[in-house]
Protein backbone atom coordinates (compact mmCIF):
# COMPACT_ATOMS: atom_id res chain seq x y z
CA UNK A 1 0.00 0.00 0.00
CA UNK A 2 1.48 3.46 -0.95
CA UNK A 3 0.67 6.66 0.68
CA UNK A 4 -1.11 8.13 -2.61
CA UNK A 5 -3.55 4.91 -3.01
CA UNK A 6 -4.34 5.14 0.97
CA UNK A 7 -5.42 9.06 0.33
CA UNK A 8 -6.94 8.52 -2.73
CA UNK A 9 -9.39 5.61 -1.34
CA UNK A 10 -9.91 7.34 1.96
CA UNK A 11 -10.81 10.84 -0.29
CA UNK A 12 -13.43 8.24 -2.85
CA UNK A 13 -15.15 6.53 0.37
CA UNK A 14 -15.47 9.55 2.15
CA UNK A 15 -17.37 11.49 -0.64
CA UNK A 16 -19.55 8.12 -1.58
CA UNK A 17 -20.11 8.14 2.77
CA UNK A 18 -21.15 11.58 2.63
CA UNK A 19 -23.31 11.88 -0.28
CA UNK A 20 -25.43 8.97 1.31
CA UNK A 21 -25.39 10.88 4.69
CA UNK A 22 -27.10 13.75 2.87
CA UNK A 23 -29.60 12.15 1.50
CA UNK A 24 -30.76 11.13 4.73
CA UNK A 25 -30.43 14.53 6.36
CA UNK A 26 -32.78 15.67 4.10
CA UNK A 27 -35.15 13.40 5.51
CA UNK A 28 -37.29 12.66 8.43
CA UNK A 29 -36.88 9.25 8.75
CA UNK A 30 -33.34 9.20 10.67
CA UNK A 31 -34.43 5.79 12.75
CA UNK A 32 -32.53 6.86 15.91
CA UNK A 33 -31.07 4.89 18.39
CA UNK A 34 -29.07 4.88 21.50
CA UNK A 35 -26.35 2.63 22.46
CA UNK A 36 -24.63 1.63 26.13
CA UNK A 37 -22.99 4.55 26.75
CA UNK A 38 -26.60 6.53 25.66
CA UNK A 39 -24.82 8.08 22.86
CA UNK A 40 -27.16 8.49 19.95
CA UNK A 41 -26.84 6.39 16.40
CA UNK A 42 -28.52 6.81 13.15
CA UNK A 43 -29.34 5.20 10.19
CA UNK A 44 -26.70 7.40 8.26
CA UNK A 45 -23.78 6.23 10.88
CA UNK A 46 -24.49 2.64 9.96
CA UNK A 47 -24.69 3.79 6.34
CA UNK A 48 -21.55 5.63 5.79
CA UNK A 49 -19.56 3.13 8.32
CA UNK A 50 -20.60 0.41 6.13
CA UNK A 51 -19.33 2.45 3.00
CA UNK A 52 -16.00 3.30 4.45
CA UNK A 53 -15.15 0.29 6.47
CA UNK A 54 -16.09 -2.33 3.69
CA UNK A 55 -14.36 -0.26 0.96
CA UNK A 56 -10.92 0.58 2.92
CA UNK A 57 -11.38 -3.75 3.96
CA UNK A 58 -11.21 -4.67 0.46
CA UNK A 59 -8.09 -2.02 -0.62
CA UNK A 60 -6.21 -2.96 2.65
CA UNK A 61 -7.02 -6.52 4.27
CA UNK A 62 -3.92 -6.09 6.04
CA UNK A 63 -4.36 -2.52 8.02
CA UNK A 64 -6.86 -3.32 11.13
CA UNK A 65 -9.78 -1.04 11.09
CA UNK A 66 -11.35 0.31 14.46
CA UNK A 67 -14.41 2.78 13.43
CA UNK A 68 -17.01 3.98 16.21
CA UNK A 69 -19.90 1.99 14.71
CA UNK A 70 -17.68 -1.71 15.31
CA UNK A 71 -20.24 -3.87 18.14
CA UNK A 72 -16.92 -5.04 19.37
CA UNK A 73 -13.13 -4.14 19.60
CA UNK A 74 -10.60 -6.92 20.22
CA UNK A 75 -7.01 -6.28 20.92
CA UNK A 76 -4.67 -5.57 18.64
CA UNK A 77 -1.00 -6.16 18.50
CA UNK A 78 -0.13 -3.46 15.86
CA UNK A 79 1.14 0.16 15.92
CA UNK A 80 -0.24 0.71 12.69
CA UNK A 81 -4.21 0.71 12.16
CA UNK A 82 -7.05 2.92 10.83
CA UNK A 83 -9.66 5.06 12.83
CA UNK A 84 -12.78 5.82 11.36
CA UNK A 85 -15.76 7.96 12.91
CA UNK A 86 -18.09 7.73 10.19
CA UNK A 87 -20.61 10.90 11.31
CA UNK A 88 -18.40 13.26 14.21
CA UNK A 89 -21.58 15.22 15.31
CA UNK A 90 -24.24 12.87 15.23
CA UNK A 91 -26.30 15.14 17.59
CA UNK A 92 -25.82 17.93 15.31
CA UNK A 93 -27.08 15.56 12.44
CA UNK A 94 -29.78 14.92 14.57
CA UNK A 95 -30.52 18.68 15.31
CA UNK A 96 -30.48 19.65 11.29
CA UNK A 97 -27.26 21.42 12.03
CA UNK A 98 -24.42 21.47 9.37
CA UNK A 99 -21.45 20.69 11.57
CA UNK A 100 -20.99 16.63 11.09
CA UNK A 101 -17.93 15.68 9.41
CA UNK A 102 -16.71 12.08 7.93
CA UNK A 103 -13.45 11.31 9.71
CA UNK A 104 -10.61 8.48 8.49
CA UNK A 105 -7.14 8.35 9.68
CA UNK A 106 -4.15 6.09 9.30
CA UNK A 107 -1.96 5.98 12.72
CA UNK A 108 1.62 4.63 13.36
CA UNK A 109 3.61 4.21 16.05
CA UNK A 110 0.59 6.08 18.49
CA UNK A 111 0.60 9.09 16.05
CA UNK A 112 -1.94 9.99 13.13
CA UNK A 113 0.10 10.22 9.76
CA UNK A 114 -2.74 10.62 7.76
CA UNK A 115 -6.19 12.12 7.97
CA UNK A 116 -9.41 13.20 5.70
CA UNK A 117 -12.21 15.40 7.25
CA UNK A 118 -15.44 15.55 4.98
CA UNK A 119 -18.27 18.28 6.23
CA UNK A 120 -20.79 17.49 3.51
CA UNK A 121 -23.30 20.43 4.39
CA UNK A 122 -20.36 22.52 4.57
CA UNK A 123 -19.38 21.62 0.87
CA UNK A 124 -15.92 21.49 2.50
CA UNK A 125 -12.96 18.52 2.22
CA UNK A 126 -9.26 18.63 4.46
CA UNK A 127 -6.75 16.14 3.92
CA UNK A 128 -3.04 15.23 4.33
CA UNK A 129 -0.98 14.92 1.69
CA UNK A 130 1.68 12.07 0.26
CA UNK A 131 4.41 14.76 0.87
CA UNK A 132 3.31 15.71 4.53
CA UNK A 133 1.51 19.07 4.16
CA UNK A 134 -2.43 19.52 4.81
CA UNK A 135 -4.74 20.82 2.07
CA UNK A 136 -8.07 22.14 1.47
CA UNK A 137 -9.88 20.55 -1.74
CA UNK A 138 -11.92 22.92 -3.94
CA UNK A 139 -14.20 22.28 -7.26
CA UNK A 140 -17.16 19.32 -7.46
CA UNK A 141 -15.70 16.98 -5.39
CA UNK A 142 -15.45 14.06 -8.12
CA UNK A 143 -15.43 10.69 -6.59
CA UNK A 144 -12.45 9.92 -9.18
CA UNK A 145 -11.43 13.73 -10.26
CA UNK A 146 -9.65 15.30 -7.32
CA UNK A 147 -10.17 19.19 -7.76
CA UNK A 148 -7.67 21.91 -6.87
CA UNK A 149 -5.89 22.11 -3.46
CA UNK A 150 -4.91 24.82 -1.65
CA UNK A 151 -2.07 24.25 1.05
CA UNK A 152 -3.43 24.28 4.41
CA UNK A 153 -0.83 26.77 7.13
CA UNK A 154 -2.93 28.27 9.45
CA UNK A 155 -2.22 32.09 10.63
CA UNK A 156 0.50 33.68 9.08
CA UNK A 157 2.26 35.16 12.17
CA UNK A 158 0.74 35.00 15.79
CA UNK A 159 -2.37 36.48 16.97
CA UNK A 160 -2.67 38.99 19.09
CA UNK A 161 -6.12 38.22 20.09
CA UNK A 162 -7.34 33.95 19.73
CA UNK A 163 -10.20 33.09 17.80
CA UNK A 164 -11.19 29.98 20.00
CA UNK A 165 -13.19 26.97 19.48
CA UNK A 166 -15.11 25.04 21.76
CA UNK A 167 -17.34 21.87 22.06
CA UNK A 168 -20.96 22.23 22.71
CA UNK A 169 -20.61 19.62 24.62
CA UNK A 170 -17.60 19.97 26.22
CA UNK A 171 -16.94 20.65 30.53
CA UNK A 172 -18.64 24.36 29.69
CA UNK A 173 -17.53 25.41 33.27
CA UNK A 174 -13.79 24.05 33.14
CA UNK A 175 -13.77 25.52 29.64
CA UNK A 176 -15.14 28.99 30.06
CA UNK A 177 -12.50 28.98 33.47
CA UNK A 178 -9.48 28.12 30.59
CA UNK A 179 -11.05 30.85 27.94
CA UNK A 180 -11.52 33.28 30.82
CA UNK A 181 -7.40 33.61 31.09
CA UNK A 182 -6.91 33.95 27.53
CA UNK A 183 -6.89 36.92 25.25
CA UNK A 184 -8.68 36.39 23.11
CA UNK A 185 -11.01 38.26 20.94
CA UNK A 186 -14.01 35.73 19.71
CA UNK A 187 -15.48 32.31 20.86
CA UNK A 188 -17.55 29.82 18.56
CA UNK A 189 -18.96 26.84 19.60
CA UNK A 190 -18.74 23.79 16.93
CA UNK A 191 -19.95 20.28 17.20
CA UNK A 192 -17.40 18.04 14.93
CA UNK A 193 -13.94 17.59 14.17
CA UNK A 194 -14.56 20.38 11.73
CA UNK A 195 -12.84 22.58 14.56
CA UNK A 196 -9.38 21.13 13.81
CA UNK A 197 -9.32 22.10 10.16
CA UNK A 198 -10.51 25.78 10.78
CA UNK A 199 -7.57 25.71 12.89
CA UNK A 200 -5.38 24.23 10.15
CA UNK A 201 -6.97 26.99 7.14
CA UNK A 202 -6.37 30.06 9.28
CA UNK A 203 -9.72 30.56 10.20
CA UNK A 204 -8.97 30.09 14.44
CA UNK A 205 -6.33 29.65 16.82
CA UNK A 206 -7.16 27.49 19.63
CA UNK A 207 -9.61 24.53 20.45
CA UNK A 208 -9.51 23.08 24.53
CA UNK A 209 -11.53 19.74 25.06
CA UNK A 210 -11.89 19.83 28.59
CA UNK A 211 -14.20 16.47 28.43
CA UNK A 212 -14.43 13.25 27.02
CA UNK A 213 -13.27 12.35 23.50
CA UNK A 214 -12.65 8.80 21.79
CA UNK A 215 -9.51 8.94 19.43
CA UNK A 216 -11.63 8.42 16.06
CA UNK A 217 -13.66 11.85 17.22
CA UNK A 218 -10.09 13.30 17.27
CA UNK A 219 -7.47 11.28 14.69
CA UNK A 220 -8.23 12.71 11.46
CA UNK A 221 -8.18 16.19 12.58
CA UNK A 222 -5.12 15.80 14.68
CA UNK A 223 -3.38 14.89 11.38
CA UNK A 224 -4.57 17.33 8.77
CA UNK A 225 -3.28 20.24 12.21
CA UNK A 226 -0.35 18.47 12.47
CA UNK A 227 0.38 18.62 8.69
CA UNK A 228 -0.41 22.40 8.62
CA UNK A 229 2.16 23.39 11.58
CA UNK A 230 -0.39 23.00 14.38
CA UNK A 231 -0.16 20.72 17.24
CA UNK A 232 -2.49 18.96 19.47
CA UNK A 233 -1.48 18.41 22.72
CA UNK A 234 -2.68 16.80 26.52
CA UNK A 235 -4.04 19.14 28.87
CA UNK A 236 -2.44 17.95 31.98
CA UNK A 237 1.11 17.66 31.30
CA UNK A 238 0.94 19.92 27.60
CA UNK A 239 2.68 16.38 25.91
CA UNK A 240 1.57 15.46 22.38
CA UNK A 241 -1.19 13.79 22.40
CA UNK A 242 -1.09 9.63 21.52
CA UNK A 243 -2.79 6.66 20.52
CA UNK A 244 -3.38 3.61 21.31
CA UNK A 245 -5.73 1.05 20.29
CA UNK A 246 -6.30 -0.68 23.30
CA UNK A 247 -7.26 2.08 24.79
CA UNK A 248 -9.36 4.64 22.84
CA UNK A 249 -10.27 7.60 24.82
CA UNK A 250 -8.72 10.58 25.00
CA UNK A 251 -7.11 12.56 28.20
CA UNK A 252 -8.36 16.26 27.71
CA UNK A 253 -6.45 18.31 25.19
CA UNK A 254 -5.92 21.59 23.06
CA UNK A 255 -5.48 21.87 19.81
CA UNK A 256 -3.14 24.94 18.49
CA UNK A 257 -2.12 26.31 15.30
CA UNK A 258 0.35 27.25 14.23
CA UNK A 259 2.23 30.75 15.54
CA UNK A 260 0.13 29.77 18.46
CA UNK A 261 1.89 29.47 21.94
CA UNK A 262 0.32 26.64 24.56
CA UNK A 263 -1.34 28.30 26.88
CA UNK A 264 0.42 28.24 30.70
CA UNK A 265 -1.84 26.63 33.30
Request: hydrophobic share 40%.
Amino acid sequence: MSDQDLIARMRSLALQAGREIMKLFATDDLAISHKPDASPVTRADHVANDIISSGLRQAFPDIPIISEEQSNFSKLDSDRFILIDPIDGTRSFINKEIDFTVNIALIESAQPMHGLIYAPAHNRLFYTTTSGTAVEEGGDFLRDAPGPTYLLSGRKKAASELTVLASRSSNKNLTEQMLNKLNKSDCKFIGSSLKFCLIAAGEADLYPRLGTTMQWDTAAGHAILTAAGGKVVRYDDRRPLRYNPNHLHNPWFIALGANVAVPED
